[in-house]
C-alpha cells in the first residue's frame, strides 16, 4: 500500500514508519523537514507545514493514498484541513488521538471507548474537537476514518517522562546515585507503551473497514505503578534506586511551577480498557519488554545530549533533605 504519515519523524511516528517498512508498504511523510533525526533514506518526503493550509492541502491532494496516519493533528482547524485534502483521495484515514479526552478528572478505571469525555487540558479539549469533526464526516459522507487514543507512548524522539516531571535530568541522577522523588506512595497506575509497538497496532489497523468510524484505545494491557516504572528506568541503567515519597499536595506546595502539572496528567491513576483494540487486532500483543524500550528511549536521549547534569539544580535535594529531617512523632 502507498501510504503517508504525516508527521513521520516523533516518538510514535518512528515505530509506525518502522512497522510500515517491514510490511513493505511505500512511505511518504509530510513534515517540515526540522527534526533533528532524519528518515530513512529510502522514504520520500513532501516538505511542507500543514499550518499553511493551502500548500498542505494543494500537496497531500494532489496524489491518492491507499492509507494516511495523522500524527500531527491537534484541533479542529487541522483535522478541517486534512479533510479537505484527503476526502474522495484516500483509501483508509487514521487519526492519532489521546486519552487525555477522557481527562482529567477521570470518570473510572479500566475506560472503555464510551467514557465520558472531560478532557480539561488544551491539547484533551483540541483532539476531542478534531475527532469529532472526523467522525461526523464519517456518519455524513462516509469518510473512512479510525481513531486511535495512545496513553504514555515512549521510545526513541522524546524524553523519558517519570511522575513528577522536569526533565531529562532524573536519569542523571540515577547514574550518580541521588535519589529521587516520586508523588504520593507512588502506587498511583499508568500504561507504558513502546513507540515499536504502537506502530504495529497503527500498521496492523490499516484497511480494516470494520474499524471505519470507530475509536480504539491503544494502551498496554498491563497497568504499572509509578514506582515499577521508575526502577525499569534504574535497571535499564544497570543501578540501584532510591525513592523518596512526598505527598502530591506537599510537593506543589512547595515548588509550584515545577510540580502543578501533576494536577494535569501524571498525578492521576489513569487505566484504559484495550479490549476493543484487541476484538479487531486479536494478534496485536506488545511485545517489546520494558527495560529494553526504555534502555532504547535513554541512548536516544544521550544521543541528543538530553540528559543534563543533575547537579546544576538542587531543587529535588533540597525537598528531600527537608522532608527527611520533618519532626516525627515517636
Known amino acids: 500500500m502507498k501510504i503517508l504519515v504525516i508527521g513521520g519523524t516523533g516518538n510514535i511516528s518512528r515505530g509506525i514508519v518502522a512497522a510500515l517498512q517491514n510490511r513493505n508498504h511505500e512511505v511518504v511523510l509530510f513534515n517540515r523537514g526540522q527534526h533533528a533525526d532524519s528518515p530513512p ?10 499550518k499553511n493550509r493551502e500548500d498542505f492541502e494543494a500537496k497531500v491532494g494532489a496524489e491518492e493514498w ?28 487514521v487519526h492519532c488521538s489521546t486519552v487525555m479526552t477522557y481527562g482529567p478528572p477521570f470518570s473510572g478505571i479500566n475506560l472503555p471507548e464510551t467514557a465520558p469525555l472531560q478532557g480539561t487540558s488544551g491539547y484533551g479539549l483540541g483532539k476531542i474537537e478534531a475527532d469529532n469533526l472526523l467522525l461526523e464526516a464519517h456518519a455524513r459522507d462516509g469518510f473512512p476514518v479510525t481513531i486511535f487514543k495512545p496513553s504514555y507512548t515512549h521510545g526513541p524522539g522524546m524524553n523519558l517522562h517519570r511522575q513528577v516531571g522536569g526533565d531529562g535530568s532524573w536519569i542523571d541522577r540515577l547514574r550518580k546515585g541521588k535519589p529521587i522523588l516520586s508523588a504520593g506512595d507512588g502506587l498511583n497506575y499508568f500504561q507504558f507503551l513502546s513507540s515499536r509497538d504502537a506502530g504495529i497496532a497503527f500498521t496492523d489497523i490499516l484497511g480494516k473497514s470494520g474499524g471505519f468510524g470507530e475509536i480504539y484505545n491503544i494502551v498496554h494491557p498491563q497497568a504499572r505503578t509509578w514506582d515499577e516504572w521508575h526502577r525499569a528506568a534504574a535497571e535499564a541503567l544497570g543501578v540501584e534506586i532510591e525513592i523518596v515519597h512526598v505527598s502530591q499536595e506537599t510537593l506543589i506546595a512547595m515548588a509550584p511551577e515545577r510540580f502543578s502539572g501533576l494536577r494535569g496528567n501524571f498525578g492521576h491513576t489513569q487505566i484504559f480498557s484495550h479490549e476493543k483494540l484487541a476484538a479487531v487486532l486479536p494478534e496485536f ?31 529535588e535535594d533540597q525537598i528531600i533533605e527537608t522532608v527527611r529531617n520533618l519532626p516525627r512523632i515517636r
Open 41 to 50: 533514506s529510502e522514504v520520500r518526503v513532501i516538505h511542507g507545514d500543514r
Open 66 to 93: 491507499d492509507a494516511v496516519i495523522d500524527m500531527i493533528s491537534f484541533n479542529a482547524e487541522d483535522a478541517a484541513s486534512a479533510l479537505r485534502a484527503c476526502q474522495g483521495r484516500v483509501g483508509h484515514f
Open 285 to 315: 500483543t506488545p511485545q517489546v519488554p520494558i527495560t529494553e524500550s526504555v534502555a532504547e528511549n535513554i541512548a536516544w536521549m544521550d544521543k541528543h545530549n538530553l540528559v543534563p547534569d543533575s547537579d546544576a539544580d538542587n531543587l
